[in-house]
DNA sequence: CATCGATCATAAGCCAGCCTTATGTGAAGG
DNA sequence: CCTTCACATAAGGCTGGCTTATGATCGATG
């Protein structure tokens, strides 16, 4: 018995446009004012006015004379319509610079091999192109990289792939990402300058299936088992190590022979006493960008995968598709 | 050719609705609890992410296996709605403190006679039933009062008019504002108690046509000389005065008669010496309540005007219509 | 490995909110 | 008194946005 008779329960729901029409009727100080300003006409604002009069069960304006001012409800409204229009501004100007790569992060994992020549090139063309935005790097081997891009612990991965991997991590691991082929990295033998087959262009592994061999890591065990076998020998593996220095210093020291990818080999510095050729099939590993599916909406993970793609590419690795990211579909 | 081929001036516009949904995005994890939670199905989630993506530019969420996650602008975005959801619910909230009059405010101009009467008992009424509406009150007589409410130095006018009143505030001043009839005031005719009139209930004014009269402020005296014109003689006024004890008074020694309104008798309090008795033909002045415009939407108003009506009406006077105000057209 | 459940995307269709143009009304000012 | 200005109202049309229905994908479970 207490309650006004005005008191329904009411406030059908209040919209956050009712508190910027009232801002702007407020700071304008008309109806007609406030509508040339927001773009509408004069009676498509009267219109709202009467609307948010109705679902807020309180008159907002009262008509004096020529004009029309507002009621304390409407005042209320109109102070509340500052904080909206001042977030919305905020927003906004988060939101250019997001766009317009003055802010902005992005979380790198790229395999070993790239870490001395491919990420310091991106990284350096990325804080001179775009200073505003950060750039973090991981090293680490295709599996985790995916991994991480999952868990959102990186935004993209730089990664590799070979044929036929069947372990491929763009394979089941990728699914919900999405994946971009960006190039490629030539394979090379790896073998002592003094051996017979250094002599020629490229070297046929054939004539290698005699040799002691020295395999990386176990992906790439695995390539080199499978180059073998296409080649018609299984390789004896005398020594595993994922140190590419090792590897040329062990081929130097002739204890066995290698294939190792360009970059690999680019980035354990040229060593005396070896010699680098290619394959005579062109073997080649496949560099791949990986991000989550959606991820190449975030313009600085953008700017950095086509950063990345331009680099792989002026690297001589063979120039990708266009860049739009392809979806995983089960099969690569 | 420094900007980033991303760099494009879009920012359509961005909504305050789309803050919102990313909020609720952000807090709930998925978009189907968001939907839900703001009543809505999936698909139209659905559908506001994918607008709202298109106004900004970039993408807002990402899908990660099952679910969704935010990029860095979706999160800029669901930050910012915070600001607007807090905004919104204070709005609401002093919406319904106005609504439910647990807050607001009634600024009161009132002629004079109504200030020992009227208002105190509507002060009292008001602080009684809702006490979170501060009442404020400026004694003032009608045409001030309603220039008053014109110039929104008061919310509500409490005034009266003589029937035939051709100087009444209700009928060229008061256009535009809203004018409520809530009863009326008898005129009492004040006479010496030994005066032969004073025998009978009421009082023929043309028999105090030779009595030398009394008159009150400028408005009261013309509806003097309107009352005594259809009684047929013009009064020989011999003092004036807006003193209602002294008119009292002035009666009292003999040196004429008068007539008052009950109120102004009622605050002038009883006085030995004076009689006071009804017209023949039982004159009263009309009172009303004037706002501005629509000012009866504001709710602290609306129960100040019915509170008024009300005790208006409880004191005697001819209840009047019901309560909607009643917007002067020209004519009253 | 196959199925189920959960989540998001897409498609199609429908409704209504909302805007626009045109016109009316009241008030202020010359 | 007539013009000007501001808001209200009316009528109509369009499109944004919601709903239902269905598809796709991934994770979990047995």
Redesign the interface.
């Given at each position: 018995m207490?309650?006004?008779p005005?008191?329904t329960s009411?406030?059908a729901d209040?919209?956050?446009?009712s508190?910027?029409v009232l801002r702007e009727i407020a700071e304008r100080g008309s109806i007609t004012a406030a509508a040339s300003a927001l773009g509408y006409s004069q009676p498509a604002l009267s219109q709202q006015v009467r609307r948010a009069?109705a679902r807020?069960?309180?008159?907002?304006?009262?008509?004096?004379?020529r004009g029309i001012?507002l009621?304390?409800?409407g005042r209320?409204?109109a102070r509340?319509?500052g904080?909206?229009a001042?977030?919305?501004e905020?927003?906004?100007g988060?939101?250019?610079d997001?766009?317009?790569?003055r802010s902005?992060?992005v979380r790198l994992m790229a395999f070993p091999s790239a870490s001395p020549s491919i990420v310091p090139e991106f990284m350096a063309e990325m804080a001179r192109?775009?200073p505003g935005v950060r750039v973090s790097f991981v090293e680490a081997e295709p599996p985790e990289a995916v991994a991480a891009v999952?868990e959102?612990r990186a935004d993209l991965a730089l990664t590799f792939s070979y044929p036929g991997d069947h372990t491929d991590p763009h394979r089941e691991s990728a699914r919900?990402l999405e994946v971009t082929t960006i190039g490629s990295d030539p394979m090379h033998v790896v073998l002592p300058d003094t051996h017979p087959l250094a002599g020629g262009d490229t070297v046929d592994l054939a004539g290698l299936s005699r040799e002691p061999w020295i395999a990386g890591c176990p992906r790439c065990r695995g390539h080199l088992l499978e180059l073998c076998d296409t080649a018609g020998f299984a390789p004896r593996i005398a020594v595993e190590t994922d140190n590419f220095v090792a590897v040329e210093e062990l081929v130097a020291s002739g204890l066995g022979v290698a294939v190792l990818p360009a970059l690999a080999i680019e980035s354990a510095g040229k060593r005396a006493g070896v010699a680098v050729r290619g394959t005579t099939n062109g073997d080649r590993r496949t560099l791949h960008l990986v991000t989550?599916?959606?991820?190449?909406?975030?313009?600085?993970v953008?700017?950095a995968a086509e950063a990345l793609a331009r680099l792989v590419a002026g690297r001589g690795g063979t120039p990708a598709d266009p860049r739009p990211g392809r979806t995983i579909e089960g099969d690569v």
């Open positions: 207490d309650a006004s005005t008191e009411g406030l209040l919209d956050a446009t508190l910027l009069e807020a069960g309180v008159a907002l304006v009262e008509r004096t004379g001012r009621t304390p409800a209320v409204l509340h319509g904080a909206v001042t977030a919305l905020a927003a906004r988060e939101l250019a997001l766009r317009g790569l902005g992060r192109r775009h999952r959102d919900g989550a599916r959606g991820g190449r909406g975030v313009p600085a953008a700017v």
